[in-house]
């Protein structure tokens, strides 16, 4: 059975950092793609980073690139989401994603409907 488990969430003030833990288990974790996307109330699920672990493609959304930080660990089953110089506007319910991913060329992939595996989420607040 495939598991994500999210953690690291918390309240956080603007300029300040945070660092998001997902913790997989129950498939070949090399295999398969992980990405981080996020929800705000009232707004859609938005891709915020993904990785395919097959072959280390990397993608960020624009508004994070150069504050947030991806980072995979394959032996211990780990991804990470390293968030710096954080803002109100990063407010939201983080979730990991993961989908099988070998021999794929759709990954990582910025639509979530193309993951079949979710964790739980795990919430982000930034204040003023």
């Known amino acids: 059975e495939v598991r994500l488990v999210e953690s690291g969430g918390g309240l956080v003030q603007a300029g300040g950092s945070l660092r998001l833990s997902c913790a997989a288990s129950?498939?070949?974790?090399?295999?398969?793609?992980i990405a981080w996307f996020r929800q705000a109330p009232g707004k859609q699920r938005e891709p915020v980073a993904g990785i395919n672990n097959n072959d280390g493609q990397i993608f960020y959304m624009d508004s994070v690139e150069g504050r947030f930080t991806l980072s995979v660990d394959n032996v211990k089953n780990m991804a990470y989401l390293q968030m710096n110089r954080l803002e109100p506007e990063d407010t939201a319910v983080y979730y990991c994603?993961?989908?099988?991913?070998?021999?794929?060329?759709?990954?990582?992939?910025?639509?979530?409907?193309?993951?079949?595996?979710w964790g739980q989420g795990t919430q982000v607040t930034v204040s003023p």
């Open positions: 994603a993961a989908n099988f991913a070998r021999g794929s060329a759709w990954y990582p992939n910025r639509r979530y409907e193309l993951y079949d595996n």
């Open positions: 129950g498939f070949t974790f090399d295999d398969y793609a």
